[in-house]
Every structure is written in C-alpha cells, then in structure tokens.
C-alpha cells in the first residue's frame, strides 16, 4: 500500500524510495573537494519589474463556497494532533485514540509509511526530549533523554528534526548555547541519526562551535541539515558552507556554496532539493555581520539554484530581496515542490510571487503576515492555515482570498482540510473538505469529529494517507 505523508501547521515532504540505514562505526570525514571547480553561471536576467503602488493591490476576500450535498470518506486517512499537549491518533471516521497524558507534548510527525510517529516533549522553545510511538499506540520510547543530551554537555537541546525518507530512521540536531547575555559567545551544533526501532543513536557530525543562534537554537526551524529525496544525501551548512554528505557522516562534496556566516550571530541558508535529487534551490544569507532583528533588522537573503552534473550554481535575481521578516515561522521562504515557484517577504512585509526559472516577480499584498505556506502538488494553488481572516489561498495566476476557515493541509491536487470558522466554540470539530472548483471552494463534510479542549482549536496536525 503506498502511503503519501502530509503535514499541516509543519513542512510536507514526499519522498521516493532508499534502503534502511544501517549502524555501523562513524565513518572517518574525509574532506573530498568536487571533481570540478565551482563556476557560477552569470545570473540570470530577469523581466522587468513594474512598480506599482500597494495601495491599489486589492485586499484578500472570502472566496465562494458551495455546500455539497455528499458526504466526503477519510477512509484513508490517518492523522496525529495535540489537543491540551496531549497526542492523539485517529484512523479515518473511527473514534480518536489518546496516546500520551503528559500535557507537553508537541510537534508530531510520521514516518513516511505512517506507522511511527515522533514527537517532542517539554515546554515549547524548549525541545527537552523526542519520544517515538507506534501507530497503534504501543511501544512508546523516549529515544533523546535530557540526561543523553547532557553528555554532549550540560544544558544541550535537542532540535530540528527530520524522517529519513522510507525509513523508521530521523536525523537532528543538538545545540549547546551558553545560558548569558554575550552574543559574541557562539553556540555549539552537532548532527545525529535516531532509530525509532531500536532507539540506538549514530553520531553523523561532531559538535563543533560556531556563531550565537537565534533564540539560542530552540526553535525547529533552525536546522542547518536536509535530506535529499532519494535519502542518500545530506547538505550540511556550517560556518559559512555548504557541504554534501552521505548518510554514514561521509563528505562527498566539499564548500560547493560559500555564504557570508552573518557573525556573531550565525544565519543558516536553507536547500530545497529537486525531487530526483539532482540539485536544489538554495536561499544563502547575505549578511557579513547580523545582530539581531532589534539591531540589525531583518536579515536578507539571496536564491541560487545549484546541479551537481556540473556542479554549477546559478544566482535567481529576484526584485526585490527576500527578507526573513516571520522568524517564528518555519522557513524563510516558500517554494513550490517543483522548485519553480516561490513565495517570499521584502522590505515593508511586503508578499511576493517570484518564477525561480525567469526571475520575475509580482507583488501579491502590501503587508500581510501569516503562517508558513503550503504548496499544494499541482505546483500552483497554495495556502497558509492560520485564523480565517488572517489565512491566504491562492494560486500563481489568480488572486489571493481567503480560504472557508482554518487551513489545515492539502489532501491531494484538488481537496484540502479545513476547519469551520466556528471551530472555536465547539467542543468536538467536525473536519470538512474543500474542493477547488474553478473560482470557487466545494465544502465536504466528514463526520470526522476532532476533540477541542483548548479556547482554540487544536494544533499541529499530521496527516497520513495511502490507498
């Protein structure tokens, strides 16, 4: 049964196939340079921008829903929610199963087959361990122990996290930031892979010290690793780098990406691999020296795109420059998963659409904040979950509206997940189903009910189908 992997409120991924990894001693990091020398293509010429004044770009409004009569099955989908920092687990129409009572769990996410899930626990920001469970509930382990991250160093935390594709195996990173106000203090960062089945840990890259970290590497999305579709390779960026690894902690490619390391305080660029693992789209920091969003602003960023055939990087000049302006969202920008599109902040909070082929660019709103975007698979319609009436949905050729109520993640190339608007108010949610139908929305019910124990609905769903 083949099972595609979904996560709403936190990065999708989809991933092809890659044998199970196996423990084996730390393989020595050989420093292997490239077969050929880095030679950046002149950049790319883009259209011409066209200035336009954001007082006439038109504000988001509802766009039209029609009720359908049928009810929609989730027969086929499995999802994981926190609900009062306790996990659940719920198979299609069938009651919902409490799996921890611990009431700090957070952050959960599933194996691409959908049988194991791993989620954090302790108080958000702080990440003091990672659990694993099954599906059905049985076998919980807590696979990163406060007294393990300790032995790398008092007070070390445990950070992004991430499946390696067709495997019950995820890597993460561990920071060690010193507990002061100096920023000129730099923090320490290694790499590690976790087996969910055996609980077993592989040390994959030394902690070494670097720069300070914002918000002192708490936050999930400060990963400075992603793992290539096949699940073979690893990008590691470090101190001003980009290096290719294997999964064995293996340097295949040295240094083929320079950045400025943005001291004291270290910016990490973020890849986005093609999906047949050829190369990916990487935005690079552009700040020689950062202190902080209070003191130096919002960090800019420029967007390559790097193939290792003939391991040439390409800069994509879009105009204007992307600002990380929403740090606690989960990326700096949004990429469709073709690698062609991508939708990013500029100065003012200003939203861009940018073509990652041309380097053309479209203003979309003036200033809107919101959560991360969610690139649905058809490569063009897209949408943020967050209140209704700060939510976007839209698509690369027509405006930008509100979606029906809370977004909550894309079921396939036509339907998503949503909540009511009322959901607030209720005590058991029922999920509905939107459908893109043109110019407007088609609304499913499921009679698929989700218990809400909070004064909002709750968050961080994950989602798991398969047919």
Not at 46 to 69: K, Q, R
Not at 233 to 257: C, F, R, T, Y
Not at 295 to 303: F, H, K, L, R
Request: aromatic share 12%.
């Amino acid at each position: 049964m083949k099972k595609k992997l979904l996560a709403a409120l936190l990065t999708c991924v989809l991933v092809s196939c890659s044998p199970n990894v196996t423990f084996t001693p730390q393989a020595t990091v050989a420093q292997i340079p490239p077969t050929e020398t880095l030679s950046p293509l002149p950049t790319l010429t883009p259209n011409p921008v066209t200035i336009i004044d954001p007082t006439t770009i038109p504000s988001p409004a509802p766009i039209p829903v029609s009720t359908a009569t049928e009810i929609y099955s989730l027969d086929n989908l499995r999802m994981a929610y926190i609900v009062d920092g306790n996990l659940y687990i719920q198979n299609g129409s069938n009651p919902p199963t409490q799996l921890t009572d611990n009431r700090q769990d957070i952050y959960p996410m599933f194996s691409d087959d959908g049988e194991k899930i791993v989620f954090y626990r302790g108080r958000n920001n702080e990440n003091n361990s990672i659990f694993s469970i099954n599906a059905d509930g049985s076998h919980i382990q807590e696979i990163i122990t406060k007294g393990w991250l300790d032995t790398l160093g008092v007070g070390t935390k445990a950070g992004h996290l991430a499946f390696i594709p067709n495997t019950h195996q995820f890597l993460f990173n561990t920071y060690l930031c010193p507990d002061n106000d100096d920023m000129y203090s730099g923090c320490t960062v290694g790499l590690f892979l976790a087996d969910t089945n055996t609980g077993k840990l592989k040390e994959i890259v030394k902690p070494a010290l670097g720069g300070r970290l914002l918000l002192d590497g708490d936050s999930r999305w400060g990963g400075n690793f992603s793992i290539s579709p096949d699940g073979n390779l690893l990008s590691i960026a470090h101190a001003g780098q980009i290096d290719i690894l294997s999964m064995d902690g293996k340097v295949i490619h040295h240094n083929i990406m320079e950045y400025p390391p943005g001291m004291p305080i270290e910016l990490y660029p973020r890849v986005y691999w093609f999906p047949d693992s050829s190369g990916f789209i990487t935005a690079l920091p552009a700040e020689k020296e950062y202190y902080f969003w209070v003191m130096s602003g919002n960090p800019a960023y420029t967007i390559w795109r790097y193939t290792f055939d003939k391991n040439i990087a390409t800069q994509i000049p879009l105009d204007p420059t992307l600002l990380w302006i929403r740090m606690d969202s989960n990326d700096v920008v949004s990429v469709s998963p073709n690698r062609e599109w991508v939708v990013y902040f500029a100065n003012d909070c200003q939203l861009y659409k940018g073509n990652l082929l041309d380097g053309s660019t479209e203003l979309l709103l003036p200033c809107k904040y919101h959560l991360e975007i969610q690139w649905n698979l058809d490569n063009m319609h897209f949408a943020s979950g967050a209140y209704p009436e700060e939510s976007i949905f839209g698509s690369i050729d027509s405006p930008l509206g509100y979606p029906p109520g809370y977004f909550l993640g894309w079921i396939d190339a036509k339907r998503f997940l949503y909540f009511p608007a009322s959901a607030r108010s209720k005590e058991n949610i029922q999920l509905l189903v939107g459908e893109i139908d043109g110019e407007i929305i088609l609304s499913y019910e499921s009679n698929v009910f989700i218990p809400n124990k909070a004064p909002y609905p709750p968050i961080f769903f994950v989602y798991s189908f398969g047919e």
